[in-house]
């Protein structure tokens, strides 16, 4: 089976950094993805690792560790529209994704 | 512009009923999947199809059918059999050559009485 862990909630302040960790465990891992989804909306794709290491897009960076089965998003220059649920996500090959419970992610003044 | 469309965005029933929820893509993906979403619970894996005419069973499918008679289509009919069947429904695609990125749609919010 695949589970994923990653906290239910987190705040931060508008203009801060915050890292929302996702650690794993999978019978066969082909990489980990971000959605991030606002209240009422759908999923949106963020990122994707499939290789460890850090990915950057914009604002948005994520992280990887195979041999931690961790990862983790990491977003800067917090802005209020930030303010949503985000969700780790373990591909394995044509099966569907399994995803974290999700964070909430509160951005405050 | 491709995407995924689900409708109604809004749905109202009454316990007892069957209902289907619609889910259209031209994205030309094989893949197509049903979630349910619940407060607190993440996304819950119903049905899905990777081919047409095929479809395999999730996490939480009873109380749930689908059909998968066209590539484009993927319609998720709740039953009465399903106790609990307020939620939110998510539909959502992919393409298998990238089996990291899945596509949804807007969402139908599904309240029965």
């Known amino acids: 089976g695949q589970s994923l862990e990653q906290p239910s909630e987190v705040t931060a302040v508008e203009g801060a950094i915050v890292q929302i960790n996702c650690t794993y465990q999978?019978?066969?891992?082909?990489?980990l993805s971000w959605y991030q989804q606002h209240d009422g909306g759908a999923p949106t794709f963020l990122s994707y690792?499939?290789?460890?290491g850090l990915e950057e897009t914009g604002r948005f960076s994520s992280f990887l560790s195979r041999s931690d089965s961790y990862g983790y998003l990491l977003l800067q220059e917090l802005q209020m529209k930030d303010s949503a649920s985000y969700f780790c996500?373990?591909?394995?090959?044509?099966?569907?994704?399994?995803f974290g419970k999700g964070t909430r992610l509160s951005v405050i003044a | 512009d491709g995407g995924i469309t689900q409708s109604p965005k809004y749905l109202f029933r009454k316990e007892g009923q069957n209902v289907t929820l619609s889910c259209e893509q031209n994205?030309?993906?094989?893949?197509m999947y049903w979630y349910r979403q619940d407060p607190g619970q993440g996304l819950r894996l119903i049905y899905y199809?990777?081919?047409?005419?095929?479809?395999q069973k999730g996490d939480i499918a009873e109380g749930y059918s689908v059909s998968r008679e066209k590539k484009e289509s993927f319609p998720l009919t709740v039953t009465s059999a399903q106790k609990n069947p307020t939620a939110f429904y998510l539909c959502?695609?992919?393409?298998?050559?990238?089996?990291?990125?899945?596509?949804f749609g807007p969402g139908t919010r599904l309240t029965v009485t």
């Open positions: 959502a695609s992919k393409s298998l050559a990238q089996a990291y990125e899945q596509y």
């Open positions: 999978t019978s066969g891992f082909y990489g």
């Open positions: 690792n499939g290789l460890d």
């Open positions: 996500a373990v591909p394995s090959g044509n099966t569907p994704l399994v």
């Open positions: 994205l030309n993906h094989d893949a």
């Open positions: 199809s990777q081919i047409v005419n095929d479809f």
